[in-house]
């Protein structure tokens, strides 16, 4: 386990982030003896009782008010367990750009929620942020317990309420503490005057949850910043491990132009290494002498990046000059400046519903979904899939700022692109139509798609339902995640290629048995979100059913059925699905079943209503 975590924290305004900044540095004695006099004498001063901890954070707010343009600060401090930076992100809408900033390295999100008004918009809006960025976990604190009496009651509410809203986000772990942080109840120590809340405080889960899980440790990416050739029997490949790592004697593929070789050294100013790693900026060395430049980029020979002119993605407009379609633009990603154009605008989000909302710009401040067209191919992943060959931001040339900051979901999805074709076929004629078929079954043809992450109970909630329905006389097909890695499958790993080549294969396979009037019940991870909207639209919206079966991360590493969690923990696994590897929320499913609180019975019977209801 890392020793540091990055934690973003955002609340709306008097919600008590300043105060619980202050108590965390309080009571993790973070705080100079000068610091701590100069708030003892400022709270004496203004005839408080007791030490205002929220004057720690009085500079950021001075800050704000000189007009920095750069409004999110950062605190550092550590425990015995952990190291910690903390960014202060402002909760304002005006400042949601800043939030993006300072929340897009973060493992761990802070939403803090006043306890005496509930979820607000602003609670919403930051959760969807967080979730948009990618935070794998998010602790919702419930602030000003002591307002409402310690009330368990009142909790539980505002933990539905929000337990509710963030079934739609791809937050894949939220955990609840109720707190005072004016008191320091379960900020730092457990409280004793809440006994019916039996998890433990703020700092035990900072301490505790995975830290770097973002960091994607599989997939070798290092984009070139330069070479370095000081002499002629001399001459490196320097730059940043993006993500995975590198040793002497890897074979690699430089992209663009493919060329095969093998690194013969990996080495810093300070001598050779033996491996490196993402985050590691360091000097490589290979075999051959190959023309490599900047802008290209080492991978893996059978682990590739995606490669596109085209790229879908979520954009952030952090500029008070609108968004202009059609408009040039440079896109700066790894290493790479290219010039790009936004072709399309998709949608703009509705940051306090959700809502997706048609638009022609986006204004300072506001998200959406664009296309960009790059003039010369991208190499790139998923932003779920590694942050780093994920992200990007636009600047406008003409005054060289910043007036983006984008989020790649993949090259534009478009089915064709998706669905190869073998040479000199032609699809057959349709025969016996779906329309017949489902005539003479008496129900309609439909996908039932289950995700979730590993343990959650998919295969066993969808032989549950395949049971009752095929009791009912319903034409059912089952196709399972493990069945079809024992042959369909078989030949495919777990990088992320591999499991979106799989899901595609199975889509496929799904497709053929529901044009041909069954109901396919499919049961995969498939942790991309892009791979099963690809699917959804190979089948069709109106008969797909996605259903997300889950429950707690501790309840998953408790069952573990397959020993996943178990060799994960002890490092002989990497690559898990929730742990060091994404798994991405459906946004709009159609239900999602907790199997720890919903019996199996329960959840087969929701699920078929759901079925009928489309």
């Known amino acids: 386990m890392s020793d ?19 108590r965390l540095l309080y009571d993790t004695r973070s705080i100079f003896q000068d610091q701590l006099e100069q708030i003892e004498g400022a709270s004496r001063r203004l005839g408080e009782e007791e030490v205002n901890l929220a004057l720690l954070t009085d500079g950021l707010r001075a800050e704000r008010e000189q007009k920095i343009t750069i409004d999110v600060a950062y605190r550092y401090f550590a425990t015995p367990r952990r190291t910690f930076i903390l960014a202060d992100t402002p909760g304002h809408e005006q400042y949601t750009r800043n939030m993006v900033t300072g929340a897009s390295t973060a493992d761990l999100a802070i939403v803090l929620i006043d306890a005496t008004k509930g979820v607000l918009t602003q609670s919403r809006r930051h959760a969807f942020i967080a979730s948009l960025l ?12 002591d307002l409402v009496d310690w009330s368990a009651e009142v909790f539980e509410r505002i933990r539905d309420d929000f337990t509710d ?19 320091g109840d379960n900020v730092v120590h457990r409280s004793e005057r809440m006994p019916w809340y039996e998890g433990g405080s703020l700092l035990h889960r ?52 493919g060329q095969r070789t093998t690194v013969t050294e990996v080495r810093t100013a300070d001598g050779p290494l033996e491996r490196a790693g993402a985050g590691d ?10 023309d490599i430049a900047r802008g290209d980029m080492l991978a893996r020979p059978r682990n590739l990046p995606e490669v596109s002119n085209t790229l879908e993605a ?37 940051v306090d519903t959700l809502h997706r909302e048609p638009a022609d710009t986006l204004e300072l401040n506001e998200i959406g979904r664009v296309v960009l067209d790059a003039t010369r191919p991208i190499f790139f992943d998923s932003y779920r899939v590694n942050i780093e060959t994920g992200s990007f931001i636009l600047i406008d040339p003409h005054t060289n700022a910043t007036v983006a900051a984008g989020m790649i979901r993949g090259g534009e999805t ?32 439909a996908v ?18 395949e049971r009752a329905l095929f009791d009912e006389g319903v034409d059912t097909m089952l196709l399972d995640g493990d069945a079809v890695r024992h042959g369909l499958c078989g030949d495919l790993g777990f990088s992320p290629g591999d499991r979106r080549e799989n899901i595609r294969r199975v889509g496929e396979v799904a497709r053929l048995f529901a044009d041909n009037g069954r109901v396919v019940i499919a049961a995969f991870v498939s942790p991309y979100a892009v791979d099963r909207d690809r699917v959804r639209d190979r089948v069709g919206a109106e008969r797909f059913v996605e259903i997300e079966i889950t429950a707690p991360e501790t309840v998953l590493i408790e069952r573990d059925p397959k020993g996943l969690y178990a060799a994960f923990a002890q490092g002989s696994l990497t690559g898990l699905t929730g742990m060091d590897a994404p798994y991405e929320r459906p946004a709009d499913p159609a239900l999602v079943i907790d199997t720890d609180r919903t019996t199996v019975e329960e959840a087969a019977a929701r699920v078929i209503a759901a079925w009928r209801a489309r």
């Open 206 to 257: 900072m301490e505790t949850v995975a830290a770097g899980t973002r960091h994607n440790t599989i997939d070798f990416r290092f984009p070139v910043q330069t070479v370095i050739r000081p002499h002629q029997d001399f001459r490196g490949l320097a730059g940043t491990v993006a993500s995975g790592g590198v040793a002497a004697g890897d074979a690699v593929v430089v992209l663009p132009g």
């Open 165 to 183: 809203f963030a079934a739609r986000l791809t937050v894949p772990d939220v955990t609840f503490v109720p707190m005072s942080a004016l008191r």
């Open 281 to 290: 900026a360091v000097v490589v060395t290979v075999a051959d002498d190959l």
């Open 314 to 350: 979520n954009l952030c407009w952090m500029h008070a000059e609108p968004l202009q379609l059609h408009h040039r633009y440079l896109l700066q990603h790894t290493t790479v400046r290219t010039p790009v154009f936004v072709r399309d605008l998709e949608y703009r989000f509705d």
């Open 134 to 145: 990618g935070i794998p976990h998010m602790v919702v604190a419930v602030n000003k317990m």
């Open 4 to 22: 540091l975590l990055r934690v973003s924290t955002a609340g709306s305004v008097d919600d008590g982030k300043s105060t619980l900044i202050g």
């Open 414 to 445: 478009r089915l064709e692109a998706d669905t190869p074709v073998s040479p000199n076929v032609t699809m057959p004629d349709e025969g016996v139509t779906r329309a017949e078929r489902e005539a003479r079954s008496g129900h309609g043809s």
């Open 448 to 465: 039932i798609w289950f995700t979730g992450r590993p343990g959650a109970g998919k295969s066993t909630v969808a032989r549950a339902v």
